[in-house]
């Protein structure tokens, strides 16, 4: 069984940043990549960002320029820096991993899935 355990979620003000981290196993970051999706209520899940295992990374073309990946291998972490953000970025953010090809940008294609973490972002 996978387990993924994100982290890192808070209340922001407009322009602040945040790190939220996806904590794994080996053989989860070792093999298959890992994506974060966000979900507001009522909205379907939204594709955020995604670290193929060979560590190649895709963006939602809405945080491309604000959100960045980076993968601690020594401790099985995805990292999500979150720059400028925005009270539109409010949302539960997750990380998902599973068999899914890149960019991986559809949330059914994924098997397993964390509990998930808030962030608020204030105007």
């Known amino acids: 069984q996978v387990r993924l355990v994100e982290s890192g979620g808070g209340l922001v003000q407009a322009g602040d940043s945040l790190r939220l981290s996806c904590a794994g196993d080996?053989?989860?970051?070792?093999?298959?990549?890992v994506a974060w999706f966000r979900q507001v209520p009522g909205k379907e899940r939204e594709f955020v960002a995604r670290m193929s295992w060979v560590g190649n990374t895709f963006y939602a073309d809405s945080v491309k320029d604000r959100f960045a990946l980076s993968r601690d291998n020594a401790k099985n972490t995805l990292y999500l820096l979150m720059n400028n953000l925005k009270p539109g970025d409010t949302a539960v953010y997750y990380c998902a991993t599973g068999r899914v090809g890149s960019p991986g940008r559809n949330w059914t294609e994924y098997d397993y899935w964390g509990q998930g973490t808030q962030v608020t972002v204030s105007s």
């Open positions: 080996a053989r989860t970051f070792g093999v298959y990549g």
